[in-house]
């Protein structure tokens, strides 16, 4: 069955940087575009990036931009998030999430989700 596990999460200052991974396993990763989606505490699930297959076209949350970058290693069926100069509004629960197909689409087609990576930015 589809298994998306997050690691990487943890506590870091403010300006500070942290790079989530998926570790992902039934299914043929390469196929499926993949989407980093948060939650802060009280808030609603908020879309952060998402990549197409190849990793040739990303998608950033415009407010997010300049600071995350999503990458994925298809050999290893793995999926990043780079995350620079952290703030406190950082704060969140991280989840890799595949979508239903190759595409990238708004909204994104959520399919199945990963059980989230706590990242708090604090000083």
């Known amino acids: 069955q589809v298994q998306l596990v997050e690691s990487g999460g943890g506590l870091v200052q403010p300006g500070g940087s942290l790079t989530l991974s998926c570790a992902t396993s039934?299914?043929?990763?390469?196929?499926?575009?993949m989407a980093w989606v948060r939650q802060a505490p009280g808030k609603g699930r908020e879309w952060v990036a998402d990549t197409t297959t190849t990793g040739g076209t990303t998608r950033y949350a415009p407010s997010l931009r300049g600071r995350f970058t999503i990458s994925r290693d298809n050999d290893k069926k793995m999926l990043y998030l780079q995350m620079d100069n952290l703030r406190p509004e950082d704060t969140a629960v991280y989840y890799c999430?595949?979508?239903?197909?190759?595409?990238?689409?708004?909204?994104?087609?959520?399919?199945?989700w990963g059980p989230g990576t706590q990242v708090t930015v604090s000083s």
């Open positions: 039934g299914f043929t990763f390469y196929d499926y575009a």
């Open positions: 999430v595949k979508l239903e197909g190759p595409a990238i689409t708004s909204p994104p087609p959520y399919d199945r």
